[in-house]
DNA sequence: CTTTTTGCAAAGTTTTTGCACGCAG
DNA sequence: CTGCGTGCAAAAACTTTGCAAAAAG
């Protein structure tokens, strides 16, 4: 069965975002946004559209729709082993900091329990990232 | 006038660490890593590939030395507008926090003067690197 | 009804591969 | 010498573009 993760929660919200910014809520759209939850994490534009040809997503489509998401805060480019991935922003997930073991290539998600940041930043920040690379436990 | 921006000196310790990690040194090799050094900061690769070509690096020379150095910590993948670029790792270079403008797509370096990170790591953390997003001055 | 978005086909880039040759160690 | 690295050419993979048709608001 098609076990979607509870995340469906979340569309309505997608929704009204998109509508705050005019940006027509399609089906197409929508399984982006769910298959970008479903995944959890950074995904990769290959790998999303492997997920997703099969829901009768088009590549153009993939690629312009998450550009669009990019241009409107609701996914972010981050690394992924060296490339460029994509993973959503809040309030659509829980913005979190990665782990990258150089050793192997695995990235973990962290939670900044305590972090003091003052940063001296010729603009207004809206959020930030952390990587911190280093070997991790498996490889040790 | 080829202004060689006087970062040759480093490149003793550039070969020291190929050698002590049995890469051999080759002309390409030093020309990607002086390439890296002029630049200052991230390059994505094509940008790279451009510098490049007119002193004779040819396009898989390239992607397989950037992989080359990413394997072996010379330089670190980052990100430039979305776009993978690389960037020196210390010794050969710092600077790892950035301010990206969702707006203009700027990218400027940040110097973290006060910064406490406590970071719940799963693994040995050998550098960190900080991106902060948001308006830049101009922008406004 | 108007404007945005998608489908499709095609072109344009970027990146990878394989193999023979050459250079560093 | 002895491989490791590079040059070259070709293939594969990925991404972008243009326009007509479809769908959203």
Redesign the interface.
Known sequence: MEAETANEQLLPEFIEHCRSRKLRVTKERRLVFLALSEVGGPATRPVLLQRLVSKGIHAPTLYRTIDAF?SN?IV????RN???AYELLPPFAHHH?H?H??SCGAV?A????????????????????????????A??
């Open positions: 990019v805060q972010q480019p981050v690394l060296g490339e460029s900091h782990f073991c150089l973990a962290l939670d900044a329990t305590d972090e003091h940041l003052d940063l001296k930043v010729p603009g207004t920040v809206l959020y930030h990232q952390i990587d911190a690379y280093g070997i991790c436990d490889c040790l």
